[in-house]
């Protein structure tokens, strides 16, 4: 019988329950710690498996550095740790540091852990039971460690009872695995489930561009290799890599945009806002792009000890961060602002396929089912922004790309170069018009399909954004200011900004606490829902960082007119007019795609058309 | 079980169900049954079933095409031409003696007018409203048009040789509006109303968020030389005031927001009607009575804000100037201006009056006006179209503009009349 209102001091044993119950939350969280930990052992390999969606068993091996006997027995300590030199918590470098995983896994589960040392010539064991280890025995093991968990959460019923089915908790464990396969390149990994293999991604070397590419594809999926532009930034000692879709690759949610810090997966706010920010003028609103950023700080700039399990991070100075990631973002989209998505001829094709499958041609070249995929469709005036898009299978395939160059026929197509006078242009001359909407050019290796009226309409809205980032934005003084009650935290983080705020035309200023009041609007926004307007922004500075709605508003107004402004689909075009078009959009950036996300012209390549005519 | 053969059909196919037909507790499918009689050769003659129906009319009326006309483009235009309550569609005809009265609403407006008739069977029903006014538009001038309801039936429509049945709703399903108690009544003369309501409806805003503002505010003002009725409606940008001499009876009357919607139907109304106008009201609704016609309305909800803050005094600097010069310049010059904005500049200095427009894209326009103007040199900006609907409202020929800074409320005046008066805020480019 306790006594209430006496202070006792907590047993070890429960502190560490209690421990367990932050950093490991559910299996997933297990095998973060698992991996991160033979991750900063330095391993190129390591092997995962889950029984019973981790419940039963969790194995991690790896090939790392390992651990002599003594270690081991520290290692299963509370607090105990290799990774942390000085004390201060200011230079953190690897993925872990407080000690606590280990310690905490022990206590809640059967744990086993099996090390040998690097240079050692022996391996030892040591067993933990619910909180209670048991001394260091010899064992035989490789180099390296292997770490198993059995009966996760035994000791602690609680949590056991808030575990979701086996599959999907071995899902999020892939997923746990997914990320941080991504920032590491050059290990291999293996995640199953004691009988098949359900994640394999083998090692693909440096941190180098390619490589990373190479297992981004192997994780997000081929087509994303295939649309992926490359990012690489520096500024002030920050280093932002990695890869972003293109805009007409869009999904419909933002669970495929990926941060990691210092190699570290984290999710973070101002990802989802500054991503938001670089793609807004290109994605309609319910469309996400796909992209993994690797951000390299000084370890001192980012505080990643915020969050138990480490998904948060806290950056010295944030506003250089979003800068960085939405310049970059944007530098790198309109350099590929004439690639659309490669998906989209892909797509093209293989709407023209059908026909021929019921009846394969004999001399369909091996591997000839592939041949809907967008093998060498983008455009190879910019292919040197799609290191990838040519290579579309992955190394355990080797052989067939190897076979495949091998029926590249010695011959180009150049003669058409030269009785088209446009051969010199990206998108060509045009040949026609086709039921009065698409124009039809052709190119020096292909033809191109454009849509006039969607093509038209970014080239208006392109100028009148232009117009209106020249100008200020026309402000409609109100003779009846707008108060609008908000949250104290939100009113502040608003009127913080007010000074951007008003470059976009709309004044406020802090009327009391909890409150703003708005003083002028852009004028062309109208008679407008200012309340709804303000409300937005203070929700997307708490979820993202970013106040994007007003600027969206102001994008959609120009949109309208841009839509209205523009040739419509079956206007008759004469063959000057559709070339100027075409010079107009190879001028101008962004003209890949609509306001929408949606492609403004489709290119077939010459040898993809000579395909579908089983002429290769 | 013995039924008239045609009036088992008659039941299968339409709509009603007689009660009695069931209540004999005959368990036959409706289906069924018109299945098998639809097969027998109908024994009844024309005669007999002219005279069965004759006796079954529950409403029947003619009445002349064009006084039905103008009735129904009265009442019809507060149907909404989507519903989601069908009757809602509808209009009520209700014949008594001599009389047929017709009435639509939207559940917040009801009209109701009185028209005569020559009522052969007095009854009530619904019929989709615009159907039927869309029919007796298309009717030759000066028809006669019978409307016939028989029991179990559709409405029938006839004039000449054209003849429509149309489905109806019974008259009991049909939502009332009751004006309640409406313990305010006075009397505006209808060129009165008029110009209350042409001065300031303008400035209505159509932003539903705020939806106070989405009305003409009628109160009664104090001035200094006494109480006014007056009118004043905004939307934030601009604000609209119109005074009219107290009517007897007003005194004391509550401030209430009129909806759009209503004051759009009461325009409409005044138009055609001379002489006085009954207007009646309670602090949530209003009834306006002209001749023959009653509008009963819901009021808007809500407090209008206190205005008169933003009424500025001590406007010092005076620009005098002809009003249709004015306008007609502001139009010229926005020819301009391609975006959404459509700001035009004002520069006045001794007596001359700039207007600029600049457009990135289409160029720029000025042109100089001469204008009554002696204070120091003044630039600012104004959405035109926002002047121009404020000019459009001045009916005599020099307007006043009382101006402070570049940021202030401009007043614009009436000379001739200085019972109206307009708010304009400036905009900052």
Excluded at chain 1, 32 to 50: M, P, S, Y
Excluded at chain 1, 106 to 112: D, N, P
Excluded at chain 1, 332 to 360: D, F, I, K
Aim: hydrophobic share 40%; proline share 4%; aromatic share 4%.
């Amino acid at each position: 019988m306790q006594q209430a209102g006496i202070i006792q001091k907590l047993s070890e044993r429960t502190i560490n329950r209690i421990a367990a119950g932050e950093v490991v939350e559910r299996p997933a969280s297990a095998v973060k710690e698992l991996v991160e930990n033979a991750l900063d052992a330095g391993a190129t390999r390591v092997d995962i498996v889950l029984r019973d969606g981790g419940r039963e068993l969790i194995s991690v091996s790896d090939d790392g550095c390992g651990m002599t006997a003594d270690e081991l027995v520290l290692a299963v300590e509370r607090h105990a740790t290799s990774k942390l030199a000085d004390e201060d918590l200011v230079n953190i470098a690897t993925l872990g540091f407080r000690g606590e995983a280990l310690a905490s896994i022990g206590s809640v589960a059967h744990l086993t852990v099996t090390s040998r040392a690097r240079g050692s010539d022996s391996a030892w064991v040591v067993q933990v039971d619910g909180g209670k280890g048991q001394a260091v025995q010899p064992a035989g093991h490789g180099n390296g460690t292997r770490i198993e968990v059995r009966d996760l959460f035994y000791a602690t019923p609680a949590r056991l009872k808030f575990m979701k089915t086996a599959r999907a908790e071995y899902g999020q464990a892939q997923d746990v695995i997914k990320r941080l396969a991504m920032a590491y390149p050059g290990a291999a990994f293996t995640l199953g489930d004691g009988k098949r293999t359900t994640f394999k991604a083998p090692a693909v070397g440096s941190l180098a561009g390619d490589a990373r590419l190479e297992r981004l594809g192997v994780i997000l999926g081929r087509e994303f290799r295939d649309n992926a532009v490359e990012i690489n930034a520096e500024r002030e000692g920050l280093k932002l890599t990695g890869f972003a879709g293109l805009p007409t690759y869009s999904r419909g949610t933002s669970s495929q945009q990926y941060l990691f810090v210092n190699g570290r997966p984290v999710k973070d706010r101002l990802l989802l806002g500054a991503v938001r920010g670089a793609y807004q003028d290109f994605l309609a609103r319910n469309r996400h792009p796909v992209l993994a950023l690797f951000l390299d700080v000084p370890p001192d700039f980012v505080d990643v000890n915020v969050h138990p399990a480490k998904a948060e991070v806290r950056f010295r100075d944030a506003g250089l961060v979003r800068g960085l990631i939405v310049s970059s973002l944007r530098h790198a989209l309109s350099a590929a602002g004439h690639r659309a998505s490669t998906t989209v001829a892909g797509a093209a094709l293989g709407a023209m396929r059908p026909e021929n499958l019921g009846n394969p041609l004999p001399w369909s070249p091996p591997g000839g089912e592939r041949t809907s995929l967008p093998k060498g469709l983008s455009d190879a005036s910019f292919a040197s922004q799609a290191p990838y898009a040519g290579q579309t299978y992955d190394n355990s395939q080797a052989h067939f790309t190897s076979s495949d160059s091998l029926m590249q026929p010695s011959a180009r197509p150049v003669e058409a170069e030269g009785d088209i006078g446009g051969a010199d242009y990206p998108l060509g001359t045009a040949r026609g018009q086709l039921h009065a909407t698409y124009i039809v050019s052709q190119i020096a290796d292909g033809l191109i399909i454009v849509d006039q009226h969607a093509a038209h309409e970014r080239l208006v809205y392109e100028r009148m954004k232009k117009a209106l980032a020249d100008k200020k934005v026309a402000r409609q003084v109100l003779l009846l200011p707008e108060v609008v009650e908000l949250e104290e935290t939100s009113a502040a983080r608003l009127i913080a900004r007010a000074g951007e705020l008003e470059a976009m035309g709309l004044v406020v200023e802090a009327f009391g606490d909890g409150a703003v009041v708005v003083r002028e609007v852009p004028a062309m926004l109208g008679d407008t829902d200012i309340k709804g307007l303000v409300r937005d922004m203070a929700d997307e500075l708490t979820d993202m960082d970013e106040a994007l709605s007003l600027k969206e508003r102001l994008g959609d107004v120009c949109g309208t007119m841009a839509c209205h402004g523009s040739v419509r689909a079956g206007r008759r075009l004469s063959v000057p007019e559709m070339n100027a078009l075409l010079r107009e959009m190879e001028a101008t950036p962004h003209s890949g795609q609509c306001n929408h996300g949606r492609p403004t012209y489709v290119e077939l390549k010459l040898t993809d058309i000579e395909k579908l005519f089983g002429r290769r | 079980m013995r039924v008239a053969h045609s009036t088992v059909l008659k039941q299968c196919s339409g709509q009603w169900i007689r009660p009695n037909f069931i209540d004999r507790g005959e368990v036959i499918p409706a289906q069924v049954l018109g299945a098998i009689l639809c097969t027998l050769k109908n024994p009844a003659q024309d005669s007999q079933r002219h005279k069965y129906e004759e006796e079954r009319q529950i409403m029947k009326f003619t009445i002349e095409r064009n006084s039905l006309l103008k009735t129904l483009n009265h009442v019809q235009s507060v149907v909404e031409r989507r519903n989601t309550i069908p009757i809602l569609s509808n209009v009520m005809l209700e014949a008594s003696d001599d009389m047929v009265a017709f009435t639509a609403t939207d559940l917040d407006i009801a009209v109701i007018e009185n028209t005569p008739a020559n009522v052969a069977v007095k009854g009530s029903i619904t019929v989709p409203a615009h159907t039927l006014h869309d029919i007796v538009r298309k009717l030759p001038d000066g028809a006669e048009v019978e409307l016939s309801l028989a029991e179990g039936e559709r409405l029938t429509v006839k004039a000449g040789r054209s003849r429509f049945q149309l489905a109806c709703l019974p008259k009991e399903d049909f939502p009332v509006m009751s004006a309640g108690d409406l313990p305010h009544r006075f009397k505006l003369m209808s060129e009165e109303l008029k110009r209350l309501i042409d001065k300031a409806r303008f400035a209505i805003s159509t932003e539903e968020t705020r939806y106070y503002l989405n009305g003409i505010y009628l109160h009664v003002a104090e001035g200094d030389s006494g109480s006014n009725l007056r009118a004043v409606a905004t939307d934030g940008h601009r604000l609209a005031q119109v005074e009219q001499e107290m009517p007897d009876g007003a005194m004391g009357m509550p401030g209430v927001i009129l909806p759009r919607k209503t004051v759009g139907e009461v325009r409409k109304l005044v138009d055609e009607f001379e002489g006085g106008v009954d207007i009646s009201l309670s602090d949530t609704k209003v009834r306006f009575t002209f001749d023959s016609t009653t509008v009963i309305s819901k009021l808007i909800d809500g407090t209008f804000p206190d205005y008169t803050r933003v009424i500025p005094i001590g406007n010092d600097k005076m620009l005098e100037m002809d009003c249709k010069v004015f306008a007609e310049a502001v139009d010229r010059v926005s020819t301009i201006s391609s975006d959404k904005t459509r700001s035009v500049k004002l520069s006045m200095d001794s007596d001359v009056l700039t207007l600029s427009v600049t457009s990135p894209d289409s160029g720029t326009a000025t042109e100089e006006v001469v204008a009554g103007y002696q204070a120091d040199a003044l630039e600012i900006g104004f959405n035109s179209r926002y002047l121009l609907d404020i000019l459009q409202q001045i009916e005599g020929d020099s307007v006043q503009v009382q101006l402070a800074d570049p940021q202030s409320p401009t007043i614009l005046q009436d000379q001739l009349d200085e019972a109206a008066l307009y708010v304009l805020m400036p905009m900052r480019v």
